[in-house]
T-cell receptor, first 114, second 116 residues
């Protein structure tokens, strides 16, 4: 059973470009979370999705950021018109539906905006 | 809102010795989970140990154990017989038990160095 897969591992974008980060949850998992880790800081919650639904987006910036988890395919975190302050590691975690107590993390995508 | 505080930005321990990492949290809820995650240089977040708030017994996983003080809202991690491979960032995290999956709230982390 493959773990949570994130790609790319590293992404470089120029200011003003779009960044698309992908997350394939573990097989059988229908809950996906996105977290952002700024340098020398802990992970901060961004958004929680189930298949085709956004459950909690209380940690998402109001502009330029969006997330989806379609019925088929990976979850996508999209950042439009990136700025230098978006440079960070973005982590995805997944858990099975129901009363799971643990979320399994991917290895993250490190976004660098130049 | 729940908050998690780790007051030790860095800690150092000699190989084979014991070290304790501190964590405090603030919540008005009574049913929740607490976690310690390890993040080595590879950035992979690895679950070290988990504690359920309604269980009084402290969780233990091999060389890792916790001291959970619910009234004091304290959740420290003890690493015994430290090994070089234990060197990493350690994050304390909180999760409300809503009956379904919910988000984690992390502390700012403690960087653990292990010396020979």
């Amino acid at each position: 059973n493959a773990g949570v897969m994130q790609n790319p591992r590293h992404l470089v974008r120029r200011r003003g470009q779009e960044a698309r980060l992908r997350c394939s949850p573990m097989k059988g998992h229908s809950h996906v979370y996105w977290y952002r880790q700024l340098p020398e800081e802990g992970l901060k919650f961004m958004v929680y999705l189930q298949k085709e639904n956004i459950i909690d987006e209380s940690g998402m910036p109001k502009e330029r950021f969006s997330a989806e988890f379609p019925k088929e395919g990976p979850s996508i975190l999209r950042i439009q018109q990136v700025v230098r302050g978006d440079s960070a590691a973005y982590f995805c975690a997944s858990s099975p539906s129901g009363r799971s107590t643990e979320a399994f993390f991917g290895q993250g995508t490190r976004l660098t905006v130049v | 809102a729940q908050t998690v505080t780790q007051s030790q930005p860095e800690m150092s321990v000699q190989e084979a010795e014991t070290v304790t990492l501190s964590c405090t949290y603030d919540t008005s809820e009574s049913d929740y989970y607490l976690f310690w995650y390890k993040q080595p240089p590879s950035r992979q977040m690895i679950l070290v140990i988990r504690q359920e708030a309604y269980k009084q017994q402290n969780a233990t996983e091999n060389r890792f154990s916790v001291n959970f003080q619910k009234a004091a809202k304290s959740f420290s991690l003890k690493i015994s017989d430290s090994q070089l491979g234990d060197a990493a960032m350690y994050f304390c995290a909180y999760r409300l038990n809503t009956g379904t999956a919910s988000k984690l709230t992390f502390g700012t982390g403690t960087r653990l160095q292990v010396t020979l």
